[in-house]
T-cell receptor, first 115, second 108 residues
Framework: KAGVTQTPRYLIKTRGQQVTLSCSPI?????VSWYQQTPGQGLQFLFE???????NKGNFPGRFSGRQFSNSRSEMNVSTLELGDSALYLC??????????????FGPGTRLTVL | AQTVTQSQPEMSVQEAETVTLSCTYD???????LFWYKQPPSRQMILVIR??????QNATENRFSVNFQKAAKSFSLKISDSQLGDAAMYFC?????FGAGTRLTVKP
């Protein structure tokens, strides 16, 4: 069974631009979660989607948004990029909703650099 | 707010020896799960072990085991017979919160 895939793997943008990251979960998984990983802040939860609905949300500004499609694929969008948005963005999928108690399967991440 | 604290930024262990990584957490929930994830260099994060808070018995997965102290809100990971492939960042997680991580080095 194929793992979680994320595209693109690397991205370079400039301040003020917007970016869209994509995540394809493991087949059959309906929950997709997004995390931001930085050396300073560590791993921070962005949001979780299950059956096209946002189920949980972390403490990030409204510039960070996401959506999930009927095939469970998910996209994350960041508008008006700031230098501090440079990070590794991880996507994780799980069978069920409720990432507090379900094992998550992580993708390789998208490395975003904002110049 | 629920927090997860890993007080050891780095740890080192000799191959074949045992090492324990510490984690404390804060929660007001009565039923919850705790996780240890491993992130090898340039590789994907994977689950190492999971503990259900309502279970008294500590979880074990081959060479990996936990010492779960619910009253103390402590959840440490013990790695026995350490192998070179165990070298990685280890993250403790609870309620969508991750600790800062512990970088484990395994010396041959």
């Amino acid at each position: 069974k194929a793992g979680v895939t994320q595209t693109p793997r690397y991205l370079i943008k400039t301040r003020g631009q917007q970016v869209t990251l994509s995540c394809s979960p493991i087949s059959g998984h309906r929950s997709v979660s997004w995390y931001q990983q930085t050396p300073g802040q560590g791993l921070q939860f962005l949001f979780e989607y299950f059956s096209e609905t946002q189920r949980n949300k972390g403490n990030f500004p409204g510039r960070f948004s996401g959506r999930q499609f009927s095939n469970s694929r998910s996209e994350m969008n960041v508008s008006t990029l700031e230098l501090g948005d440079s990070a590794l963005y991880l996507c994780a999928s799980s069978l069920y909703s409720g990432i507090s108690y379900n094992e998550q399967f992580f993708g390789p991440g998208t490395r975003l650099t904002v110049l | 707010a629920q927090t997860v604290t890993q007080s050891q930024p780095e740890m080192s262990v000799q191959e074949a020896e045992t090492v324990t990584l510490s984690c404390t957490y804060d929660t007001s929930e009565s039923d919850y799960y705790l996780f240890w994830y491993k992130q090898p260099p340039s590789r994907q994060m994977i689950l190492v072990i999971r503990q259900e808070a309502y279970k008294q018995q500590n979880a074990t997965e081959n060479r990996f085991s936990v010492n779960f102290q619910k009253a103390a809100k402590s959840f440490s990971l013990k790695i026995s017979d350490s192998q070179l492939g165990d070298a990685a960042m280890y993250f403790c997680a609870s309620h969508m919160r991750f600790g800062a991580g512990t970088r484990l080095t395994v010396k041959p």
